[in-house]
């Protein structure tokens, strides 16, 4: 549906809402005449409230388990639910513009903790076999989204899903199955070195909550 009709009826009925009799009747039969001629629906102008975006993600069938864990982590603290796109790329769903907070707050997360990866790799696991290198690393991302996710749902209350996310998924979104998260195999070999060392550095990851307006971010990361 054609985002552009869909904000001419609001801004209608918003009108409609005039204290102005004669002007609310107007604009009232302005926003049925649109949505007459362009076949919308109440259902449809409903979840015109829903929005999407997009961030970049791991990008594999099976996503690992610290990836989840940052999604969720943007989940509890923006209210927005998430799934996974054909692309593998993590795509948000809210109202308002609440998705594309959530994507960014995400990407950002995403970023530093690649990064962090990276350089535990380059400190720590020079030595290592490829193999046993990603395991390891994976624990170390592991811990360090756990301790992230942790901190954030001590600042921020957890919120209730939104019922209008559900139908708009269940509308546009048919046939989203659940799955499974690749997650570390720590049997065969020591990693509680590389836990330890991933949830010191995501102590280290300062998150506010940020003020109420709509110029502040809601979930800031330094």
């Known amino acids: ?7 001419k009826i609001r801004k209608c009925l918003a009108l409609a809402r005039s204290g102005n ?9 302005k926003a049925r005449e ?14 015109a409230d829903i929005d999407e975006a ?43 513009a609440s998705a594309e907070i959530a994507s960014y707050a995400y990407a950002v997360l995403f970023r530093r ?9 380059k400190t720590h696991l020079k030595r290592c076999k490829p193999a046993r290198k990603r395991l390891r690393a994976d624990v170390f991302c592991e811990s360090w989204a756990g301790m992230v996710y942790l901190k954030i749902k001590a600042l ?9 996310v559900r139908q708009y998924l269940e509308t546009y979104r048919p046939g989203l199955v659940t799955v499974e998260p690749r997650k570390a195999n720590r049997s065969g070999g020591r990693t509680d070195s590389d ?8 102590s280290e990851v300062n998150l506010n909550a940020g003020l109420q307006g709509e110029n502040t971010a809601p979930l800031a990361l330094t």
Request: proline content about 4%; charged content about 25%.
């Open 1 to 7: 549906m054609d985002k552009k009709i869909l904000n």
């Open 34 to 47: 649109l949505m007459d001629a362009h076949g919308v629906t109440d259902e449809q102008l409903e979840l």
């Open 21 to 29: 009799e004669n002007e609310a009747a107007a604009a009232l039969a």
């Open 156 to 164: 921020i209350p957890e919120r209730r899903a939104d019922p209008l």
């Open 54 to 96: 997009t961030a970049r993600a791991c990008r594999v069938q099976r996503p690992p388990v610290w990836d989840v864990i940052l999604a969720n982590t943007v989940g509890q603290a923006l209210g927005v639910t998430c799934y996974l796109d054909a692309r593998g790329d993590r795509a948000f769903v809210g109202r308002g």
């Open 195 to 202: 836990s330890l060392r991933g949830a010191l550095a995501g």
């Open 113 to 121: 903790l690649k990064a962090e990866r990276a350089a535990y790799i």
